[in-house]
């Protein structure tokens, strides 16, 4: 059968699929083994994520469409086609999630927390409400009137407000009706420094009820209190998302970071690109919230509840509720480094010249191993120097403090700090200058290309000379995700990592050309082509007959060369398992085409965000892992970098942490062949990767903690309990 790999009908719109991901993330609000405040959470993390979509992708087809751009995607889909298949998507998504809110909000009240409106409050309640707004929200709250000498005012992204219809209350009563109102029309901000969710007095009558409501309702409550001699016809909150993609002109830039820090100015003043309003407004009203908006009918959303769910987040923390949230997961000790301290090995380095690393995230500890591999560095008089990438960090990251005691002890310290990585590029440029005060060289990105490889490179002064140690990893070298992403990270010493670690900083840091690489591979160097190249070679194992096979777990699955590839091998008989947790725009499962792939998406606890390739090899198995998913910005617009795990240990590691993910039956989604996902869950024979990895990461440290009477005392099983 002749088949055209290329052809669209084989492959998936973007925007779309992202929405159903997007859904997966809102069906673990409705999984049965989740808390009940984890499930309020994940409605929070839906909320979020679209919030960004808006923001990036919808934003960037509007102006393609309004650029009057015909280009079609991989999909054969224009950008007007697209918005229309997004807004319908999106339309349906935000109808489910809130949904499942009220689903929610009734088992809340089993436990005693209540959601109710200003005016189900009791007398005494009333009362206090009063007294809060006279005494917390009215000194704050600034109210807007809107007419000829009042433009409409320019309201932030994200932000939320009222929008409020006013009639004089001494009008003239005898007037023709047609002509009798007069609405005025002001616009309220909901103040940001307030708490949203308020709690309401308990009755001592009943103490275990709890009562919450939401600040917008108490300000729309007493609203007609800043309008003194008006009449309250009508009060909506609303809320605008807005254009936020930097337009940076790289090229002609004559600082870069200048150039983003003028952008981030510019962030929350752009477009509109979607209005979220509470359901029931008027005819009037609408037109009122829109004006001057340039928005469409699709890009209204009129939403049945509480407009943005991210409120949840600080709530799903509530004392004196553990019971509704997932219980504490802790990152212990790394499974590597206590196989070292059993050889007496307690110095980093050490540990690392005697046998390569492997550290997974969250379930082991940043702090153990990262932090403390930079932090070690900075205070050892044998260490020369320090290099490393930085794409996104924590306000106060323990990994730039120790950069900063490196460089103010005299070591030479050199950062790629990317400025251009969304929504932290203010944070990157505070943390780069505190870098540079104390000492260090900072390049701040590459013009034209985002530096998304997480790499460190450490030099050090040895009794048989100069000694090279690298860390290379999946993840951001940021606190703060490390215990919610699932990450990897691998220590070694090896001189060919080594010396590619070397030529890799001298391709960012100066005008070196690339080297012929030993173990690195780099996008945008080589990392497309030895992808096609791996594949390739299973494909000929294949075709002679031989089992060919492989697995490859990354965050999105986007670039068409790519997927063609995949489709040519599983036409010629390759097994392809994929683990995408985002994007996927492949169809797996079509009769002569994709019948040899399957796709699953894990979504659960942590987010998943490590990247692993498997090749079967004719059973000389090559493992790799790195910072790239198979997208064309991260082959083609960004410096990547992927390593072989040539450790046998660290590959058996790696092998079982894969197939436990393919065995998972519990946070699964299987793609089918028209890009719909289905999530069934296992009754019996329970298998749950990440519930795993974090019970065996647990067992690993307690048994090092273990006294050796305690491991030769015999196991004695009790029958009949569970």
Known sequence: ??????????????????????????????????????????????????????????????????????????????????????SEGSQRLVARQYRYLKMILKELETEGLYFINPDEASPRQEKWMDDYFERQIFPVVTPMAVDSSHPFPFLASKSLNIAL???????????DEENDIDVKTA?????????????????????????FVFLEQVLCHFAARLFIGYDLLEARPFRITRDADLNLDEEDAQDLVVEVEKQLKKRQRGEAVRLEFQVGASRFMRRFMTSEMNLNAEDMYEIDGPLDMTCFFSFC??????????????????????????????????????????????????????????????????????????????????????????????????????VKARFDEANNILMARRLEKAGAHVIYGLVGLKTHSKCTLIIRREKDGIRRYVHVATGNYNASTAK???????????????????????????????????SFIVAPINMRQRCVELIDREIEFARRGEPAHMIAKMNSLLDKGIIAKLYEASMA??????????????????????ENI???????????????????????????????????????????????????????????????ELSDNQKAHIMQSDGTWIKTIAPENKVGAQDSFQKLAEKRDAESEMTLAQKMEPYVPVFGKR
């Open 1 to 86: 059968m002749d088949v055209n790999v290329n052809d669209h009908k084989y492959y998936l719109n973007r925007e779309l699929s992202w929405l159903q991901f997007n859904r997966r993330v809102l069906q673990e609000a409705v999984d049965p083994n989740n808390p009940l405040l984890e499930k309020l959470k994940f409605l929070a993390i839906t909320s979020s994520n679209l919030d960004e979509f808006f923001m990036i992708r919808v934003a960037g087809l509007k102006h393609q469409k309004e650029n009057g751009v015909k280009r079609r995607d991989i999909a054969n889909m224009t950008a007007e086609e697209q918005l229309e298949a997004v």
């Open 165 to 175: 219809l006013l009639e004089r209350n001494e009008r003239n009563l005898d007037v």
């Open 187 to 211: 616009i309220v901000p909901v103040p940001s420094v307030l708490p949203r969710i308020i709690r309401l007095p308990d009755n001592p009558e009943n103490p275990s009820r709890h009562d």
């Open 317 to 418: 923390g509530i004392k004196g509720y553990d019971r509704l949230r997932y219980p504490e997961a802790h990152p212990h000790h790394p499974w590597s480094m206590l196989q070292m301290e059993k050889n007496n090995k307690t110095n980093i380095f050490d540990m690392i010249r005697e046998k390569d690393l492997l550290v997974h995230l969250p379930y082991e500890s940043f702090d153990d191993s990262v932090v403390n591999f930079v932090a070690s560095a900075a205070t050892d008089p044998d260490v020369l120097a320090i290099k490393q990438t930085l794409y996104r960090v924590s306000s106060s990251s323990p990994i730039i403090q120790a950069l900063e005691k490196a460089a103010q002890n005299g070591k030479q310290v050199t950062v790629l700090m990317e």
């Open 484 to 518: 919610l992403y699932t990450d990897l990270g691998i220590f070694t010493c090896n001189d060919r990592f080594g010396m590619d670690a070397s030529a890799f900083f001298n391709l960012l840091s100066g005008y070196s050309d690339p080297p012929i690489w030993d």
């Open 573 to 594: 008989g390759v097994k392809i398992e994929l683990i995408v947790r985002g994007i996927c725009v492949i169809k797996p499962g079509i009769p002569g085409i994709s």
């Open 598 to 660: 399957t796709v699953r998406s894990l979504v659960g606890r942590f987010l998943e965000h490590s990247r692993v390739f498997w090749f079967l090899n004719g059973g000389r198995e090559e493992i790799y892992m790195g910072s790239a998913d198979w997208m064309p910005r991260n082959l083609n617009d960004r410096v990547e970098l992927m390593i072989p795990v040539k450790d046998p240990d660290l590959c058996r590691r790696l092998k079982d942490m894969v197939e436990r």
